[in-house]
T-cell receptor
């Protein structure tokens, strides 16, 4: 089957850097995505990695190591508005639907 | 404005009643999805559709049914067979119908409470 593991909670202060890890088990690999969800809101896409290495998008970066079945989301210069849940996800059975991890709740304090 | 709409935002039903959740998109996307989210949990896939008049079961399809008669619409019916239907239901769509990078766009969700 397919499964993803990520920490349930992470806390940090404004201006800091935080890393959210994700390990996955899939029968085939078709990319790792990251989504952000504010409390009660809709998830929004952040980043996608299909190949090993780092993808940078502003303050957010995402890393992938296919040999380790591991990725992480790196958030820099944290702001209060970054307090949210972050989900890693992989394609469901090589299709277009997604299988999500249980999410990591990030709390940013001042 | 293009986007995905779900209605209603909050829905209350009595146990044993079927209820249909609406999902409409005007993004011209081929694929649409339904996910269920419980407190402290990730999103779990209920059903998805990659083309009109066709849909596939996800990981937790039991007690749910869907239809895809129009490209823009993908309603979800929560039947009385669903043992624990109280949850936050999210609809999404995406432009692609094959694997690889495929950003999903989510609606605002419907919070269903069964009393």
């Amino acid at each position: 089957g397919q499964s993803l593991e990520q920490p349930s909670e992470v806390t940090a202060v404004e201006g800091a850097i935080v890393q959210i890890n994700c390990t996955y088990q899939t029968s085939g690999f078709y990319g790792l995505s990251w989504y952000q969800q504010h409390d009660g809101g809709a998830p929004t896409f952040l980043s996608y990695n299909a190949l090993d290495g780092l993808e940078e998008t502003g303050r957010f970066s995402s890393f992938l190591s296919r040999s380790d079945s591991y990725g992480y989301l790196l958030l820099q210069e944290l702001q209060m508005k970054d307090s949210a849940s972050y989900f890693c996800a992989v394609p469901h059975q090589a299709g277009t639907a997604l299988i999500f991890g249980k999410g990591t709740t990030l709390s940013v304090s001042s | 404005d293009g986007g995905i709409t779900q209605s209603p935002k909050y829905l209350f039903r009595k146990e044993g009643q079927n209820v249909t959740l609406s999902c409409e998109q005007n993004l011209n996307h081929d694929a649409m999805y339904w996910y269920r989210q419980d407190p402290g949990q990730g999103l779990r896939l209920i059903y998805y559709s990659q083309i009109v008049n066709d849909f596939q079961k996800g990981d937790i399809a039991e007690g749910y049914s869907v239809s895809r008669e129009k490209k823009e619409s993908f309603p979800l019916t929560v039947t009385s067979a669903q043992k624990n239907p109280t949850a936050f239901y999210l609809c999404a769509s995406s432009p692609r119908t094959s694997g690889g990078f495929n950003e999903q766009f989510f609606g605002p969700g419907t919070r269903l409470t069964v009393l």
